[in-house]
């Protein structure tokens, strides 16, 4: 494209006054506005591309770490088991800890090697808050301004997903995010009523798709749990947003439920 334009630079430079001069400046000017297209295409793909490549940094340091806990886990087992005091008792919880791990770490990596081709493609993210798994989805997608029906592309990008979250066999809770631009409608008095509406058509959209009903839920949050600045347009674009959360398995916890009872 650049030496296209360096041509027909200099042949305009090159020809007498009059000569054919205005269609070659017509074609030099084509050419000048189909690079700036280009270059503006590129730089778009550049952010697009960084923006994903840190994204799964950000999910694979998530997974580095949980390997780390895991080795510095398996080294204190190792410790207690060569110091002659150690019971028998403490070994086992430290195994049995080990092994909760090794098997949530084992979730992680399963599900997001399904969930790849989306997060590659830009329909998802993938990553880690509040200690927890999260699968977000931009509202961009999923609604238009104000409603809670999901739109076609919202309907195939769940559709795309549940086979996914099946596969892990856990329970998800689907919530709902709105930036803090007021809403007063007799349907949605406030963002609550409208973030929880959303929350509630993203898990009828998964039961459809053939997530178990017992093992989805939906809550709103409104704008009470931004992840951008609500000052600015491209912060509040962030936090219209629906999140897809892999919930825990508490009660596999050693210990919990002896406390939970009052036995410990």
């Known amino acids: 494209m650049r030496r296209a334009l360096l041509a027909i630079s200099i042949a305009v430079l090159m020809l007498p006054v009059g000569c054919k001069r205005k269609e070659l400046e017509a074609q030099l000017a084509e050419v000048q506005d189909k690079l700036a297209k280009t270059e503006a295409a590129l730089d778009q793909e550049k952010k697009t591309s960084q923006q994903l490549r840190d994204e799964n940094q950000t999910y694979q340091a998530r997974i580095a770490e949980l390997e780390g806990e895991l080795v510095a886990l398996n080294k204190q087992i190792e410790d207690l088991a060569a110091k002659a005091g150690t019971t028998a008792k403490e070994l086992a919880e430290l195994r049995a800890e080990k092994a909760k791990r090794e098997k949530e ?57 549940a086979p996914a979250l099946v596969s892990v066999d856990r329970e998800f809770l689907v919530a709902g995010h709105t930036d803090n631009v007021p809403i007063k409608t007799a349907r949605y008095p406030s963002n609550w009523e409208l973030s929880t509406a959303r929350a509630v058509s993203v898990v009828k959209a998964l039961i459809e798709a053939g997530y178990p009903a017992a093992k989805v839920g939906a809550a709103g949050y409104g704008e009470n749990d931004p992840v951008g600045d609500n000052t600015t347009d491209e912060g509040k674009e962030q936090n219209r947003r629906i999140e897809i959360i892999l919930m825990p398995n508490l009660g596999e916890i050693p210990g919990m439920k002896e406390m939970l009872q009052g036995k410990r």
């Not at 880690?128 to 999901?150: H, T, Y």
């Open 105 to 161: 770490l084992q979730v992680y990596k399963d599900l997001f090697g399904k969930l790849k081709a989306m997060v590659d493609a830009g329909t998802i993210q993938v990553g880690f808050r509040k200690g927890r798994m999260v699968v977000q989805l931009s509202n961009a997608i999923l609604f238009d301004s104000g409603k809670s029906s999901l739109r076609a592309e919202g309907n195939e990008a769940i559709a795309s997903l």
